[in-house]
């Protein structure tokens, strides 16, 4: 005898295709991104094609109980057990309601891949403590969203990351690797999210010459920003930023952090990133920016320190643009600038949406977790694969 799940599970694995939600949402806080995949095969033979996508906006309730918790020092901690499963179990809503827009049935989903809502990153270079190791947290209890759903789920994907030596992210060096890695070009698949990162993508085929890296704030103080001073929740295509100025003063103030001094690749996030690093920054000078000049100097940072990163850590090659940055066409332009003797486009010339990027690749580990053969390799340079994604069975 078997347990059910399980065998359904094995006989997931042996399928020529399978139908994998992925679901993802980020430190903008924006919402939850649910992008229905099919995949074939997997490993190096993976492919992909992207059927429905769906991006799900937090209602201000949500957004108002997440930030009571989301990187902050201290925390009502009643709250945080709570919001653990009424997230998953939200999520859950959200996929329900989404089939039934897509007119498809939960049974005909073999398997969902939840990133859960970041609310805490403390890799080692950030909390300095001799007893811990690299930590991170996501919350939206799986089990929830399997229940939910009536669907067979993989969670926590970044624990496992944390476990076999790295710092939990960002995890898109091993989905970007086996979907877009070209023996034609070197790729570098830039995402700006709340924060800044690429994946560096030899056309060698080494994964021991790639690499996925953190570079500083993408949105993240933008967003905080505007929210607080122009009452509004973004930037709209730049036009508060583009009626300012570079301030460059504020510029290499804000540049001045030993974080952009560390080789890659590294992790980073909104509990450094955040409205006081930049009143910080602000102190120091002869005399505060207007809110203009202010939100203008915030584009260059994220672009700058984004730009600098490719220069020195990467050999070149094709530039490909995802992720909620690239709808701010002052950013675009200004990395257009950073890298002239590079080709960029968005990653939508590479067959997925740059919106839906994020929510694929997490689609494809879990993929890989249930029917790859031979795992990624170690991040600590052991010998050795891994997997990742913890699985939560319906009931």
């Known amino acids: 005898m ?17 139908f994998i939600i992925g679901l993802m949402s980020g430190t903008s806080l924006d919402g939850l991104d649910v992008a229905l995949c099919q995949f074939t095969n997997s490993g ?21 109980e997440v930030r009571k918790v989301f990187a902050q020092k201290t925390i009502d901690f009643p709250l945080l057990c709570m919001l653990n499963p009424w997230i998953g179990n939200m999520h859950g809503d959200l996929i329900n309601d989404c089939l039934q827009k897509w007119n498809i049935k939960p049974e005909e989903i073999d398997l969902i891949a939840s990133h859960g809502q970041t609310v805490m990153h403390q890799p080692k270079r950030r909390h300095q403590s001799r007893l811990f190791s690299n930590s991170t947290l996501q919350i939206g209890d799986g089990d929830h969203l399997a229940v939910k759903t009536g669907i067979i789920t993989l969670s926590d994907f970044r624990q496992k990351h944390c476990a076999v030596g790295g710092e939990g992210a960002p995890l898109a ?64 295509d730049a036009g508060l930023a583009s009626q300012g100025q570079l301030n460059i003063e504020l510029l290499n ?85 950073e890298l002239p003797i590079h080709v960029i486009q968005t990653m939508d010339i590479l067959g997925v949406s740059g919106d839906a990027k994020e ?16 795992g990624f390799k170690l991040p600590n340079g052991k010998d050795g694969d891994f997997f990742m994604g913890k699985i939560s069975f319906p009931y």
Do not use: W
């Open 253 to 337: 103030k804000l540049k001045e952090h030993s974080y952009f001094e560390d080789r890659v690749p590294k992790t980073t996030g909104p509990e450094l990133f955040n409205l006081a690093y930049l009143e910080n920054a602000m102190k120091c000078l002869n005399k505060r920016p207007n809110n203009f000049d202010i939100l203008a100097t915030l584009c260059h940072f994220t672009a700058e320190t984004l730009c600098e990163s490719i220069q020195t850590e990467t050999n070149g090659g094709a530039v490909y643009l995802s992720g909620g940055g690239v709808h701010n066409p002052l950013i675009v332009n200004l990395i257009k600038q």
């Open 44 to 64: 190096f033979n993976t492919s992909v094609d992207l059927v429905q996508f769906e991006t799900l906006p937090y209602s201000e309730e949500v957004k108002t």
């Open 173 to 236: 060096l091993y989905g970007d690797f086996l979907l877009y890695s070209s023996t034609l070009e070197n790729r570098i698949l830039i995402n700006i999210g709340g924060i800044s990162n690429y994946t560096y993508l030899p056309k060698d085929g080494n994964f021991d010459n790639a690499f996925a890296t953190d570079t500083g704030p993408g949105n993240i103080i933008i967003d905080a920003f505007v929210q607080k001073h122009f009452e509004v929740p973004f930037d709209h």
């Open 2 to 18: 078997m347990n059910p799940h399980i065998k359904k599970l094995y006989s997931i694995s042996l399928k020529d295709k399978r």
């Open 359 to 374: 929510a694929v690749i997490f689609a494809a580990l879990a993929n890989e977790c249930i029917a790859g053969e031979t």
